[in-house]
């Protein structure tokens, strides 16, 4: 196998997205790739994938190798932190069998990663799959019984202009299949008209499937400058004791943004918000409600989210998976009805018709005598 690319390389591969076009080389450093992010390098139709650390550790079931490998799209895994070091955007990469070039200059040895290894990684994942939950429950319950007064307790909202009072509200996460699944619910949209929030890079589907975002919230590490420029408001997670990194890229992109203080992730700010703006319903797309969503994302437990799910939860409906739910499948019965009713229209106008009544005659008449009838 031989592949030749433009490099374009971020440590932190969501962050990468954006800068990729259409058949550059990945470069990341990424432990277990996660779902979504492969999904976005697949739509992103980069030729290969170059990772610094194992795709897949074995750690827990993570699913961006599998999706990775059944688009087609090679991993050169496991290259060592001094190589990727060693690697700047833009270079001129060439893969063969085992050697990584870099402007024509033989950088390391690679191994690709097989299906055969990843469904060695994901037998071991699933040996140590009790001990990994157990550790996450414990974390949970360690972290709930910290934030349990903070959460529960009203909390500060940030100032904004747009209310959601009465209203219902859209939340859209960049999660598994949430563009999909937005897609799905376009005849809800167009007929609620909900006030869309998109929480960080949720925020660009929203505006990919030819909506505009209202309001957009989060650290604003994912979300494109294109997005923030088009959205109506913008609110900034910040950590609970004030310190707000996002708002940088916003001053720096000259745009006005409110703060946020808020001690759980950006999508259970965003629920806490539309709730107590006293939405009449919220609409999830995207949302992260287990383990495996938690473990790829980077965190140990999900205390804040069940704690939040626990105050707010009576008014969320999660659309996750309505995409699997229902597609638009004409089978040949429905077509075959469709005939049918077509017909019968016809058939009352043939009837009443004196012109078409003597061309339905000749037409009857013609086909007794080519059948000898």
Same mark, same amino acid.
């Given at each position: *196998?031989?592949?030749?690319?433009?490099?374009?390389?971020?440590? +932190?591969?969501?962050?990468?997205?954006?800068?990729?076009?259409?058949? !550059?080389?990945?470069? #990341? !450093?990424?432990?277990?790739?996660?779902?979504?992010?492969?999904?976005?390098?697949?739509?992103?139709?980069?030729?290969?994938?170059?990772?610094?650390?194992?795709?897949?550790?074995?750690?827990?079931?993570?699913?961006?190798?599998?999706?990775?490998?059944?688009?087609?799209?090679?991993?050169?895994?496991? #290259?060592?932190?001094?190589?990727?070091?060693?690697?700047?955007?833009?270079?001129?990469?060439?893969?063969?069998?085992? +050697?990584? *070039?870099?402007?024509?200059?033989?950088?390391?040895?690679?191994?690709?990663?097989?299906?055969? !290894?990843?469904?060695?990684?994901?037998?071991?994942?699933?040996?140590?799959?009790?001990?990994?939950?157990?550790?996450?429950?414990?974390?949970?319950?360690?972290?709930?019984?910290?934030?349990?007064?903070?959460?529960?307790?009203?909390?500060?909202?940030?100032?904004?202009? /747009?209310? *959601?009072?009465? @209203?219902?509200? /859209?939340?859209?996460?960049?999660?598994?299949?949430?563009?999909?699944?937005?897609?799905?619910? @376009?005849?809800?949209?167009?007929?609620?008209? %909900?006030?869309?929030?998109?929480?960080?890079?949720?925020?660009?589907?929203? &505006?990919?499937?030819?909506?505009? %975002?209202?309001?957009?919230?989060?650290?604003?590490?994912? $979300?494109? !400058? +294109?997005?923030?420029?088009?959205?109506?408001?913008?609110?900034?997670?910040?950590?609970?004791?004030?310190?707000?990194?996002?708002?940088?890229?916003?001053?720096?992109?000259?745009?006005?943004?409110?703060?946020?203080?808020?001690?759980?992730?950006?999508?259970?700010?965003? /629920?806490?918000?539309?709730?107590?703006?006293?939405?009449?319903?919220? $609409?999830?797309?995207?949302?992260?409600?287990? *383990?495996?969503?938690?473990?790829?994302?980077?965190?140990?437990?999900?205390?804040?989210?069940?704690? $939040?799910?626990?105050?707010?939860?009576?008014?969320?409906?999660?659309?996750?998976?309505?995409?699997?739910?229902?597609?638009?499948? &004409?089978?040949?019965?429905?077509?075959?009805?469709?005939?049918?009713?077509?017909?019968?229209?016809?058939?009352?106008?043939?009837?009443?018709?004196?012109?078409?009544?003597?061309?339905?005659?000749?037409?009857? /008449?013609?086909?007794?005598?080519?059948?000898? &009838?």
């Amino acid at each position: *196998m031989e592949i030749r690319g433009i490099a374009k390389k971020n440590h +932190r591969t969501k962050a990468l997205i954006s800068q990729l076009s259409y058949n !550059d080389i990945a470069v #990341i !450093d990424h432990m277990d790739i996660d779902g979504v992010a492969a999904m976005q390098l697949v739509e992103k139709k980069v030729q290969a994938v170059i990772n610094a650390a194992p795709s897949v550790s074995g750690k827990y079931p993570n699913r961006g190798p599998g999706v990775l490998y059944s688009a087609g799209v090679p991993i050169i895994d496991n #290259i060592g932190q001094d190589a990727f070091n060693k690697i700047t955007n833009n270079d001129y990469l060439e893969v063969d069998e085992d +050697r990584l *070039m870099v402007n024509g200059s033989c950088l390391c040895n690679i191994k690709y990663l097989t299906q055969n !290894d990843i469904d060695i990684k994901m037998k071991e994942a699933s040996a140590n799959f009790w001990n990994v939950l157990d550790k996450f429950i414990e974390n949970t319950l360690n972290y709930a019984k910290r934030e349990k007064e903070l959460i529960i307790q009203p909390a500060s909202l940030p100032n904004i202009r /747009l209310q *959601m009072g009465g @209203r219902h509200v /859209l939340v859209v996460i960049r999660g598994n299949n949430h563009l999909e699944d937005l897609k799905a619910i @376009r005849v809800y949209i167009e007929e609620m008209n %909900p006030v869309m929030v998109g929480v960080d890079g949720g925020a660009d589907a929203i &505006l990919d499937c030819g909506y505009r %975002p209202d309001i957009i919230i989060g650290d604003m590490d994912s $979300v494109s !400058d +294109r997005c923030l420029r088009a959205c109506k408001e913008i609110i900034v997670h910040a950590y609970p004791d004030g310190r707000c990194p996002g708002m940088k890229r916003i001053e720096n992109l000259g745009l006005k943004a409110t703060n946020f203080p808020f001690i759980g992730t950006s999508e259970d700010a965003a /629920l806490v918000l539309a709730y107590e703006q006293k939405a009449e319903l919220i $609409v999830t797309v995207g949302s992260h409600t287990n *383990m495996i969503d938690f473990l790829e994302k980077g965190r140990q437990g999900m205390a804040s989210t069940i704690l $939040v799910q626990m105050k707010v939860g009576h008014k969320i409906v999660d659309a996750k998976g309505v995409n699997e739910l229902y597609k638009n499948r &004409l089978k040949p019965g429905y077509m075959l009805a469709l005939f049918i009713a077509a017909l019968f229209p016809l058939a009352i106008v043939a009837k009443t018709s004196p012109l078409l009544k003597e061309i339905y005659q000749l037409i009857s /008449l013609r086909m007794r005598l080519l059948l000898g &009838l």
